[in-house]
C-alpha cells in the first residue's frame, strides 16, 4: 500500500531533522549541536523535534530502514534459491539506504570520530538483524534459531560493507549480489 499524504509529510520531517542534525554535527561537533539548534535549522518547533526523537543522538543515528513489506513477502512466496531470493531482498532494503545516500555518508563520516554515535547505530543495527533474523526463520524452518541469527548476522555485515564502501556514485541495490560473493567467499575460507 502506497504511503498517505501524512505518512510521506512525516518522513520527510523525520528526514529533514536529521539531515540538519548531520550537517550540524559535520560542521560544529556532537557536543556544541543542541535540539534548538537542530530544530532551527530543520525550520520546525523544539516540540516538533521532540516529537519525533527524544534527543539529538537518536536523531543523527535513528534507526536503519527495515526491508519493505512487499519484497519480505516476495521473500516469503519466493520460488527462486535462497540466495536469489535473499538477494532481492537486499537489493530492496539497499534501494531504500540509496535515497538517504547524503545522510548515510554524513552518519558514516560521524561515526568514525564518534564512540557515542558508534554505540548508538550499533544498538539500532540490533534492531535491523532482529528483523532479519525473524524474516530469514520464515525460508530456513529446517535450521535451528542459533543458526538462523548467524547467518543474518553475517548477512548484514557483508550487507554493511557495501554501504560504508558507497563513496562511488553506483547505486547500492545495484551492488546486493556483491554481499553474495562475500559470503561464498568467506564459505570457500572454512571449507
Known amino acids: 500500500m502506497a504511503p498517505t499524504l501524512r505518512q510521506r509529510r512525516q518522513e520527510k520531517t523525520s ?3 536529521r539531515l ?11 557536543d556544541s549541536v543542541t535540539a534548538e539548534a537542530i530544530s532551527a535549522r530543520a525550520g520546525i518547533s523544539l516540540r516538533t523535534f521532540f516529537n ?11 534507526r536503519p530502514p527495515g ?6 513477502a516476495a521473500f516469503n512466496t519466493g520460488h527462486g534459491s535462497l540466495a536469489e531470493d535473499l538477494t532481492d531482498l537486499l537489493r530492496a532494503h539497499l534501494a ?7 545522510i548515510m555518508l554524513l552518519l558514516h563520516e560521524l561515526l568514525r570520530d564518534n564512540k557515542v554515535l558508534r554505540a548508538a547505530h550499533e544498538a539500532s543495527l540490533k534492531l535491523l538483524h532482529s528483523d ?4 530469514l526463520a520464515h525460508r530456513m524452518t529446517g535450521q535451528s534459531r542459533a543458526m538462523v541469527d548467524l547467518f543474518a548476522g553475517t548477512v548484514l555485515i557483508a550487507t554493511g ?14 551492488r546486493a549480489p556483491e554481499a553474495w560473493t562475500k559470503l561464498r567467499d568467506l564459505a570457500d575460507l572454512i571449507r
Open 67 to 72: 526491508f519493505p513489506e512487499k519484497a519480505i
Open 132 to 135: 532479519l533474523a525473524d524474516i
Open 15 to 17: 528526514r529533514d531533522i
Open 96 to 102: 531504500l539506504l540509496d535515497e538517504d545516500r547524503d
Open 161 to 174: 560493507q557495501l554501504v560504508q564502501s558507497m563513496q562511488d556514485e553506483t547505486p547500492l541495490a545495484d
Open 20 to 30: 540538519a542534525a548531520l550537517e550540524l554535527c559535520t560542521t560544529k561537533g556532537l
Open 52 to 62: 519525533y526523537y527524544p534527543n539529538k543522538e537518536t536523531a543523527i543515528v535513528a
